[in-house]
């Protein structure tokens, strides 16, 4: 398991570090890119066609994605709950910066400054 999602953080330049921290894992990053993917995608398609009944679907596909990766991949828990939109612009600076090969970068600097608990030999 890893750290615990911390409290009293006030902005998402304060978030940025835990989330990426909390995203290690290959696999749970790809799960999590390809449910905020899908998401945009599925948004785009019902909006265009004023499917607004199926618009449920949109936040379920990424979550599914995103906590399969957090509780399978990871073995942590997301920090949704007490942070929703820093969780939720944090997906979308992921995928941003996955597509733009800037993703690494992050990764680097958060395997560098994780704490000595195992955490970075499993990635």
């Known amino acids: 398991m890893s750290e615990p ?10 978030f940025w570090p835990y989330y990426v ?5 290959p696999v749970s990053r ?10 945009l995608i599925l948004l785009g398609v019902f909006v ?3 499917q607004w009944a199926a618009l449920w679907i949109v ?3 990424g979550y599914a994605f995103a906590w399969i990766g957090h509780f399978v991949f990871e ?5 949704t709950f007490r942070y929703p939109f820093f969780s939720l612009a944090s ?3 992921m995928l941003f910066k996955t597509l ?3 993703m690494g970068k992050e990764i680097a600097q958060a395997r560098a400054a994780a704490p000595q608990d195992g955490k970075r030999d499993e990635i």
């Open 5 to 14: 999602v911390p409290r009293g953080l006030k902005t998402w330049r304060e």
């Open 21 to 25: 921290r909390e995203h290690l894992n």
């Open 30 to 39: 790809a799960l999590h890119v390809c449910g905020t993917a899908l998401s």
């Open 48 to 50: 265009s066609q004023e």
């Open 59 to 61: 936040p379920l596909c």
């Open 75 to 79: 073995k942590n828990r997301p920090a």
């Open 91 to 93: 997906d979308f600076v």
């Open 100 to 102: 733009t090969f800037q």
